[in-house]
């Protein structure tokens, strides 16, 4: 018997409302201000006016890394006004204007949507037939969820202005320090405000012979180039040192802020030296309704997990081959869009990519992990290390759907099997109230809508 | 039961399999059991089969075990022959690589530093153990025991002490917050290299100098490769780098050479 086979992927409403206003650049590392007002940013900050919200509540970076070549791309769902836009990264070395570019919004987006946890669905069989095995026929996805002036340099003792570069919108420097407060001297002058917390932190970067990468908006080249939104800055380098940095984040931060790393290597899965990496909850046969509402069980059975760990944990969401996905939630990426994020090792030509169900015997391609990081400064004082491992197990948060048959059945078989329904039903409430924290009774109201009465809800 | 329990090695062994049981258990991408089960049968087989080529009768296997327990503890590998290699490697080493009549280098630990330096296959996953006080404490207590025992726990607490000073100096030069220092100074695996590692009697130098000395430098060796070189797992490689040390600290300061079972008098005392 042959079931009907369909894909469809949704989109939680807020991500649906942050693609409207455009991934602008990132914002993992820091919450400081421009002149005017609050700023976040990545490893840095992006910035905005007082009375601008900030909203880098959840950023998303691809690091890509084969050997020591990094290219970091860092995406934040900014949703400021391009102009209050700026970023502060702090780079290993050095960065020429080739190692810079802009990566379109829709290749995040894809890599994002590919590596979604996801929701299958199955149809349980007659009964009264029993060889029949079930086949997943739908599947869901859920994704949790941007000219500077110079005053005479002389006022900033220790600060170099390394280079200058144009790069699409955005007027970016490449600073070299000697003292934070020169460079914060710096800053400020050329439109941040710095918060007191942020001093310190620069004050090690330096130390440690960081440079740092600043960029702006260009509003006159933004205009002319008739985007809505700000698109995501890659820098790339070589470097030993296989990390994120996260402090800046943290600095002045308003709450708990949401990074989700989409790691491309070559070898195998990424995972944290300094912080425990685990595994979110997966394969758990979750009730129907929750094809409704996933986005929100998703979020609940993050929050839990995340509070499992005492907020110490950094979770892994995917680890898979590029070259296959089962099921997929969303085609695999191409070469040209590998290219574009960084891992031009893939093999293969510039054509689209092959959507291959299960693994394929071409050289390996790219691995990617996914891994969701809840942090503050608390919970995270430390900048997250990396280690690529050779470990290509593959892993995906997938949450299971099972329709019960609901044709006619008369069978000595179908009343055994109408019989276990409830159990099952209940099992599941267990299930889902165990990732989620809801109360089993809210559950179980909630089963009843969907024709799922749990064994002893009444 | 009290001589049993004076040989530390028996702490040890426990210590390890209770460590080992967590890991299956609790750690996500921690050890499996198949692998685990190759590195030890590796290591017990090799020390029996180097025991007989070297002419002697006694097989003792506590010693391959707690080699056996170390690396499943430590090393990750993706495949199945790369443990057992591991195991082989720790064990081979002990009677092949000796200079005054015992080995130099502790076994785990060389196969270690070997498997990753010649294949891509292996990695150590420092972070996996987390930083839970609770976790932190249970190895201390549990180490505790296996160092009274072992009589050598000073060497643990020289490397921890020099190595959490390192970690604080550079702290302050950098004028990160003490937070910072404190969240390095409670990795799991820090603890574990410090009381199953380092400590390992046989390897250690034989006087409480030398023990210090030798401490001080793997920390000082281990800080330059971790910070300056970006290596992962620079503590293992400072230790096996410097064993060779351990020799000629031992002519240079001589003291009592260590034995697991205490002598008679040890034993009643």
Known sequence: MTKAFMTKTFMTKTLRSRLKAGVALAAVCAQLTVAAGPASAFCGFYVAKADAKMFNKSSKVVLARIGQQTAITMASDYE?????????????????????????????????????????????????????????????????????????????????????????????AILSAEQSDGLIRWLTDNGYKIPAGAEPVIGSYIKQKLHFFVAKVDIKRFDALKRAYLKPLQVRYQTSKFMLPLRLGTVNANGPQDLTIY???????????????????????????????????????????????????????????????????????????????????????????????????????????????????????????????????????????????????????????????????????????????????????????????????? | MRTFWSDARHFQIAALSSLLLFNFFLIDFGAK????????????????????????????????????????????????????????????????????????????????????????????SPGQWGTSIWLASLLVFLALLVLRAAQRSDIALFFLGAHGALLVARAYWLGDPLAIPLHQMQSGSLLIFAFFMISDPKTTPDSRLARFLFALAVAALGYYLAFFMQMRPALYVALIVLSPATPLLNRVIPAKKFEWTPTIQGASS
């Open chain 1, 80 to 172: 400021g006004k391009p102009s209050e836009f700026a970023l502060v990264v702090p780079v290993p070395s050095f960065i020429q204007k080739s190692q810079i570019s802009v990566v379109d919004t829709k290749t995040i987006d894809h890599l994002d949507a590919f590596t979604a946890p996801r929701l299958v669905e199955y149809y349980d069989p007659d009964p009264c037939e029993p060889d029949y095995r079930g086949g997943v026929l739908a599947l869901a996805t859920a994704t949790p969820t941007a000219a500077i002036p110079a005053p005479p340099m002389q006022a900033y003792p220790g600060v170099k202005v390394e280079a200058r570069y144009d790069i699409a919108e955005y007027d970016i």
């Open chain 1, 263 to 458: 790691a491309l290597t070559q070898q195998g899965r990424v995972e944290a030296t300094n912080y425990r990496t685990v595994k979110v909850p997966s394969n758990v046969h979750v009730p129907l309704f929750v094809a409704h509402d996933f986005p929100n069980v998703y979020k609940a059975l993050f929050d839990r997990a995340v509070a499992r760990q005492d907020m110490h944990g950094v979770f892994v969401e995917y680890a898979w081959d590029m070259g296959w996905c089962d099921p997929c939630a969303a085609q695999p990426l191409s070469k040209p869009e590998l290219t574009e994020l960084g891992a031009g090792w893939v093999p293969g030509d510039s054509g689209k990519a092959v959507v291959n169900r299960w693994p394929s015997s071409n050289p390996p391609s790219a691995f990617v992990t996914r891994l969701h990081v809840r942090y503050d400064a608390q919970s995270f004082p430390e900048d997250l290390n990396f280690i690529e491992t050779s470990d290509r197990e593959n892993f995906q948060a997938r949450y299971v759907l099972n329709h019960p048959y609901a044709g006619a059945a008369s069978c000595e078989a179908a009343k055994r099997y109408e019989a276990s329904l409830p159990d099952r039903f209940k099992h599941e409430a267990e299930n889902l109230a165990d990732l989620t924290g809801w109360s089993q009774k809210t559950i179980a109201a909630r089963m009843a809508t969907s024709g799922e009465l749990p064994a002893g809800a009444n």
């Open chain 2, 33 to 124: 059991p198949l692998y685990s089960a190759l590195a030890i049968a590796a290591a017990l087989l090799t020390q029996v089969v180097c025991t007989r080529l070297s002419g002697s009768t006694r097989i003792d296997l506590r010693s391959p075990l707690i080699t056996g327990l170390s690396l499943s503890l430590l090393l990750r590998a993706n495949s199945a022959w790369l443990p057992a290699l591991a195991g082989i490697a720790a064990i081979a080493s002990k009677f092949a690589l000796r200079v005054d009549g015992r080995h130099i280098f502790n076994p785990a630990g060389f196969a270690i530093v070997l498997l990753l330096s010649l294949t891509s296959g292996v990695w150590i």
